[in-house]
């Protein structure tokens, strides 16, 4: 069994700054790639940042510049610098990981229980 757990959610002012971090654990062969995404009230779940390794990264058009996504793959961890916060990013985090289970055809995806956090005045 695979598990994510997300840390590092809460509630933060417009301008603020605040880091989210991700730890996979369990029995696994390896993770290709560990992306966060976000679902805001009311909303689709959408991609935020991904990564594969520990270099091949992708931020969503609408928070680059703004967010940073950094971590390895291959040590399970994933963390995602967010500064200059909007409301518009209140929202549940998720972090994702694609995960080989006992090889490459065995590939499962996993998510994690989501932490929120709040960007208000």
């Known amino acids: 069994q695979v598990q994510l757990v997300e840390t590092g959610g809460g509630s933060v002012q417009p301008g603020g700054y605040l880091r989210l971090s991700c730890a996979a654990s369990g029995t696994f062969r390896k993770i290709t790639t560990m992306a966060w995404y976000r679902q805001a009230s009311g909303k689709q779940r959408e991609m935020v940042a991904t990564?594969?390794?520990?270099?091949?990264?992708a931020i969503a058009p609408s928070v680059q510049g703004r967010f940073t996504v950094s971590g390895d793959t291959s040590e399970n961890s994933l963390s995602l610098q967010m500064n200059s916060l909007k409301p518009d990013d209140t929202a549940v985090y998720y972090c994702?990981?694609?995960?080989?289970?006992?090889?490459?055809?065995?590939?499962?995806?996993?998510w994690g229980q989501g932490t929120l956090f709040t960007v208000t005045s």
């Open positions: 994702n990981a694609w995960v080989q289970i006992t090889s490459e055809y065995n590939l499962r995806e996993v």
């Open positions: 990564i594969s390794g520990r270099t091949s990264t």
